[in-house]
């Protein structure tokens, strides 16, 4: 079926030659009138001939225009199927859409998209992160695909399913199939890949969780367990919760986990203040969480909680080469 175009180009190609060759041989008018008139006769234009047709000449005009015209009916009757396949075509759609995923870099790969892999995927789009989404349920998809995610249909814990999403070139995997041995399986195949990938498997006890950790996932989050905390924080600090939860959305104060820029590294944590207004909580560095002092010194590496009006985080998250500008 692809090919058929391609024959049928070279036949009406062909037939422009022969076209010409003829006009050349019966009339004897000079190449580029027969070119002229063996294109108007395929196209049915009509502009004139170049010069009195001979009977000859007529009887080939004839027959060059019922071939022709038959042939390019016939190609773009064609080509117009060919094109309504490709559209309308489902293995089209689907390898349209795996050819995009192996241009991304640094993206998230969600496997499982249940309720909370769509609560995760969507926080991440939200965030402007790149996401691909693996499920081997299409149903479960569509929606995603209607959200703008990046989409695989396929069996997580296979490694070529995490091949064909990127695994290799990818920051981020979360594993939120509601199947703890699922989830093992893809911790390793996802290590074994990729072994400076981030990891975040769900659990759904403390056992499973000590397998996924020792398979090599980064973080292991049990739903359950997280959800009765949130609870109990909002009946306990209510503001709070909300507050770092992310509940909470406003341009006079918001508060932000950033990796520290190239630009502020050797920069002091009151020179940060100072140029920019917003206000360093914590520093994480090495693993573990530090109490941020004016004298301490960014390094690379180092995360930093930063609290402040939107735009002073901002202002830190896109510090330029220069350096922080005043916000």
């Not at 909002?234 to 104060?253: C, I, K, N, Q, T």
């Not at 950033?258 to 360093?280: D, I, Q, Y």
């Amino acid at each position: 079926m692809t090919r058929r175009p391609a024959v049928l180009l070279a036949l009406i190609a062909g037939l422009v030659v022969s076209g010409t060759v003829g006009y050349r041989v019966l009339e004897g008018w000079s190449w580029l009138d027969c070119l002229f008139m063996t294109a108007m006769t395929l196209t049915t234009v009509g502009y004139g001939t170049p010069g009195d047709l001979h009977t000859d000449g007529k009887v080939f005009s004839v027959v060059l225009m019922l071939v022709g015209i038959g042939l390019m009916l016939y190609l773009l009757t064609l080509l117009a199927e060919t094109m309504l396949r490709t559209v309308t075509d489902p293995g089209a759609a689907r390898r349209r859409r795996e050819r995009r995923i192996t241009s991304l870099k640094d993206h998230t790969i969600v496997c499982g998209y249940g309720q909370v892999g769509e609560a995760v995927s969507v926080a991440l789009r939200g965030a402007r992160r790149e996401v691909v989404v693996v499920d081997h349920r299409p149903e479960h998809l569509e929606w995603a695909q209607t959200l703008g995610l990046h989409t695989l249909v396929g069996d997580a814990t296979d490694e070529d399913v995490l091949r064909r999403a990127g695994i290799e070139r990818a920051a981020s995997l979360v594993t939120v199939i509601n199947s703890d041995p699922s989830n093992l399986y893809v911790v390793l195949s996802a290590k074994g890949l990729n072994p400076g990938v981030r990891v975040i498997a769900r659990a759904s006890d403390e056992s499973a969780a000590r397998k996924m950790r020792r398979a090599g996932a980064d973080e292991v989050v049990n739903p359950y367990q997280l959800s009765g905390n949130r609870i109990a924080a909002m009946m306990l600090a209510p503001r709070l919760s909300r507050l770092l939860s992310g509940d909470v959305v406003s341009e006079h104060f918001t508060i932000r986990e950033l990796s520290v820029p190239p630009a502020l590294v050797g920069r002091t944590v009151a020179e940060l203040g100072r140029e920019t207004g917003a206000l360093v909580v914590a520093i994480w560095r090495d693993g573990q969480p530090l109490r941020s002092r004016a004298e301490d010194v960014l390094r690379a590496g180092d995360a930093v909680l930063v609290a402040g009006a939107a735009a002073e985080v901002e202002a830190v998250e896109a510090a330029p080469a220069g350096g922080v500008q005043p916000a």
